[in-house]
């Protein structure tokens, strides 16, 4: 015959389905049944036989006693059904061994090949009960009474109930192997209800214990908890503080900027309405200055880099004019403009440029790609607009070509023709790369000195100008520098690969 | 409503009469009725407890108590419905067994034999001044006309926890609930294991004085691994081994009713029952919902192996049987309309 039926497993899904169902109307009749009086058993050997000894589960107290039997014997946690069984036989008067017995003999006992240790000779009593529990002289009684018993049932009650209860007394030898039984049990668990009520004595100070413990314990989390919060509260307020701080800081500076401005105005207003003009050179070396632009344009073509170069160089510039209020609404004069590869950036991002340049054949250029671009002396035609009317002025390359006093009145011109948050920009070969201040400056005869940072810094705060930035540009691909990280080599490649420009970033304060 | 319900109560002595009048008392709370249990403490000796306690019924006039309007009286068992009530309604578990079916004149005592004499005559006038007559089954109705040539109407009502039945995909194996004595003939379904081809376990549950020979036929046909003699299981099991299993089988011989054969019918499975087994043959429909054999363990096992080989068509058997519970209308609310109204 096919068996491939694994009762067990199939019993044991169908119980622990009927242990989930909702029947909040059929109480659960095994509240204890969480509780866990040891680990559970090594179950690797599942199926192999349960060997029990008795002794052990004598002294389990009276509630557990079933659902250590059920791990024992069975290797698994007792289901309710179960339990009321075993339970009932417990109410009815019958030992704990017997009860066990019939563990052990039940279906699932004898498939599991369950045994029973320590009861000797008194497993048959356990059998003698066993077998004759149907014959108890109570239920034999109420069969008799229900009607049932055949023959034998109706010649019994032809009997008088007096006498039927005589007639029934040899029945009540039926209960004598429970009765030894349990009298052997109670013998053999005295020790251990001593200790059993020591342990239950010590089970109840634990839980005080553990009671106060989390009561404690949760004051303790009350009082944290508080601190942390008045904790909170004070950060946030000395955040709030700091930045109220911080803001203040800043327009402090921002008016001390608008002061120092102001100063630098009032300065102004004793330089002369001329500006001292850039090359003053006599009218007739006109022919002469025409021979020597065209060569400086024959130079520059020269030495400047692809038009995209100039231009992608560029665009570092452009998100600051981007970020100038005042650039929107006021136009852009960038002087020295040249060829005008800045104004056509700015013209294609929608700013009005204007260029001014010394040389006509520039102007002329720059003119032919449609460009607003005046021919002359940069400074002068600075000092011929008025205060506060351009969003920008930008200047690249220009100022290391200009004797001090016209770079001096460049600046002047520069702070009194911008617009309030108007930005100026000046681009120049950066003498902190020795190689620049020594070598490539000098490419350029027109080049008078090298600007420092330090010193256009300067002139740009003495002029009123704020929010001062030096950005450093373009330097030595990382392939020209000599390898390593030691400090030696790290002073060389700055020092000789460094940044071969910089720029002077600065705006005119807004008034405070 | 003020309804008056009577029952007998025979102390620690349970059984299929509790959870029937729980049934009933808890359908009339829930129909919004004012009710009173009424119980009888019934003791089966001497037979003189008997004559009195039926005596005492007999004179007892429940129409107004104390002055109290009583609308119902509702009367289940003897001698309840002797009670004096101008609209009392019985609905008859069963009567008095040791004088009806397990009186046996050849040796009855002249005791008994008054006894029977007395109860015949009482049940035959008492329910005959019933306003009306109801049996808990075909059955009892029948051995109602037998023996005091009364007719009563049928009733049926649902098993206890009929709404908590429910079913669920098939396991391998049927399942026959019932107290494990002769009459229930589990040793059939035993038997029919032999016979068994295809891998279905079967679960017994219930206990009863035939446990041992059921499980020593187990243990001599080596049957461990297929049958399990489960006990008595509580609620959760067994609705959960009701809603699992393949088929239920239910076989015992001239079953009153039998509440196994709605509680598979409720749980959508098919039933396996056998010709001569009485109550169950009113609800199974052979081929529909169920299979009715000859009470013969090969042809069981043949109707097991051909559900196991067709497991589709056994759930839909159950189906089938589920909707012919819901055709019946057995419900308590249609047992307290019936009740009422009469």
Not at chain 1, 80 to 99: F, N
Not at chain 1, 123 to 136: E, I, M, Q
Not at chain 1, 213 to 221: A, F, G, S
Not at chain 1, 468 to 487: C, F, S, T
């Amino acid at each position: 015959m096919p068996q491939p039926i694994d009762i067990n497993q199939l019993l044991g899904r169908v119980r622990a389905e009927a242990e989930s169902l909702d029947l909040p109307e059929y109480p659960h009749p095994t509240p204890t049944q969480n509780l866990t009086l040891h680990e559970e058993p090594d179950t690797s050997a599942r199926g192999a036989a349960g060997v029990a000894h008795i002794q052990s589960l004598l002294m389990a107290p009276r509630e557990l006693f079933l659902h250590e039997a059920y791990r024992s014997l069975f290797r698994r946690d007792a289901d309710s059904s179960g339990i009321s069984h075993y339970q009932g036989m417990l109410t009815e008067g019958h030992s704990r061994a017997e009860v066990l017995y019939a563990m052990a003999r039940s279906s699932e006992g004898r498939a599991l090949g369950v045994k029973i240790g320590g009861l000797g000779w008194r497993a048959l009593l356990c059998r003698w009960s066993l077998k004759f529990r149907k014959y108890s002289p109570d239920r034999i009684h109420s069969a008799l009474l229900a009607g049932r018993g055949g023959k034998l049932g109706m010649l019994a009650r032809l009997i008088p109930t007096r006498l039927l209860r005589l007639f029934l007394v040899p029945f009540r030898i039926n209960h004598l192997p429970g009765k030894w039984l349990r009298a052997w049990e109670n013998r053999l668990a005295a020790p251990f209800a001593i200790v059993g009520q020591w342990v239950l004595e010590q089970q109840k100070h634990s839980e005080k214990i553990i009671h106060a413990l989390k009561k404690h314990e949760e004051e303790r989390l009350g009082q944290l908890h508080a601190h942390k919060e008045h904790a909170s509260q004070t950060e946030n307020d000395l955040r709030q503080s700091i930045a109220t701080q911080a803001s203040r800081q800043h327009e402090l500076e921002k008016t001390l900027d608008w002061l120092r401005y102001s100063v630098s105005r009032q300065w102004h207003q004793a330089l002369g309405s001329t500006p001292p003009h850039m090359a003053a050179l006599p009218e007739t070396l006109t022919a002469e200055q025409e021979a020597l632009d065209a060569f400086y344009i024959a130079f520059e073509d020269a030495c400047r880099g692809s038009e995209a170069d100039i231009r992608e160089g560029l665009l570092v510039y452009l998100d600051r004019v981007r970020r100038s209020a005042a650039a929107q609404g006021h136009p852009i004069i960038d002087i020295g403009c040249g060829r005008g590869e800045w104004l056509r950036i700015l013209k294609d991002e929608g700013f009005m440029a204007r260029g001014v340049d010394q040389s006509a054949a520039m102007v002329e250029r720059a003119t032919a790609y449609g460009l607003d671009v005046e021919q002359g002396d940069a400074v002068a035609a600075l000092a011929r607009l008025p205060e506060a009317s351009v969003g920008g002025v930008t200047g690249f390359h220009i100022v290391e070509h200009l004797p001090f006093p016209v770079l001096f009145r460049l600046f002047a011109e520069v702070s009194r023709v911008l617009a309030p948050g108007g930005i100026a920009i000046f681009e120049t070969p950066n003498p902190e790369n020795v190689l620049v201040g020594s070598h490539t400056f000098y490419h350029d005869p027109t080049h008078r000195n090298p600007i420092t940072p330090t010193f256009i810094t300067f002139l740009a705060q003495y002029h009123g100008l704020a929010e001062i930035e030096i950005v450093r540009l373009h330097p030595y691909p990382e392939a020209a520098k000599v390898p390593g990280h030691d400090p030696l080599t790290e002073r060389v490649n700055g020092h000789l690969c460094g940044p071969q420009d910089f720029a002077l970033v600065a705006y005119r304060p807004r008034p405070a | 409503m003020k309804i008056l319900v009577t029952a007998n109560l025979a102390p620690f002595m349970t059984g299929g009469a509790e959870a029937h009048l729980e049934g009933l008392t808890h359908a009339l709370r829930v129909g919004g009725h004012d009710l009173e249990v009424l119980r009888l403490p019934f003791t089966f000796h001497p037979e003189a407890s008997i004559e009195r306690l039926m005596g005492f019924a007999g004179e007892l006039d429940m129409n107004r108590p104390n002055g109290q309007r009583v609308d119902r009286v509702i009367s289940l068992q003897f001698p309840g419905y002797g009670i004096h009530h101008d609209h009392h309604i019985v609905w008859l578990m069963h009567q008095h067994r040791v004088v009806y079916e397990l009186y046996d004149p050849a040796t009855a005592t002249p005791e008994l034999a008054q006894l029977r004499q007395s109860i015949h005559a009482y049940d035959t006038q008492a329910l005959r001044r019933a306003h009306a007559l109801f049996a808990n089954s075909g059955r009892v109705a029948e051995r109602l006309k037998q023996f005091n040539g009364l007719s009563a109407r049928p009733l049926y009502h649902p098993p206890p926890q009929a709404e908590q039945l429910y079913c669920a995909d098939a396991e391998d194996y049927v399942f026959f609930p019932s107290r494990l004595e002769r009459l229930k003939r589990q040793d059939l379904l035993i038997e029919a294991a032999r016979h068994l081809r295809s891998p279905v376990a079967i679960l017994l549950s219930g206990d009863g004085g035939q446990r041992d020979h059921y499980q020593g036929l187990i243990d001599r046909y080596r049957l461990h691994d297929r049958i399990r003699l489960l006990g008595r299981v509580d609620a959760r099991m067994k609705l959960a081994l009701y809603a699992r299993s393949l088929a239920v089988f239910f076989g015992p011989f001239d079953e009153d009713l039998g509440y196994v054969t709605l509680e598979a019918m409720l749980a959508s499975k098919p039933v396996l029952t056998c010709t001569d087994a009485g109550g169950p043959l009113e609800f199974v429909v052979d081929g529909e919902t169920g299979f009715i054999t000859e009470p013969a363990p090969e042809a069981i096992a043949e109707r097991i192996d051909w559900l196991h080989a067709h497991r589709a068509k056994a759930a839909d058997m159950g189906r089938a049987g589920r909707a012919r519970w819901e055709s019946l209308g057995i419900s308590w609310p249609h047992v307290v309309e019936q009740l009422l109204s009469a």
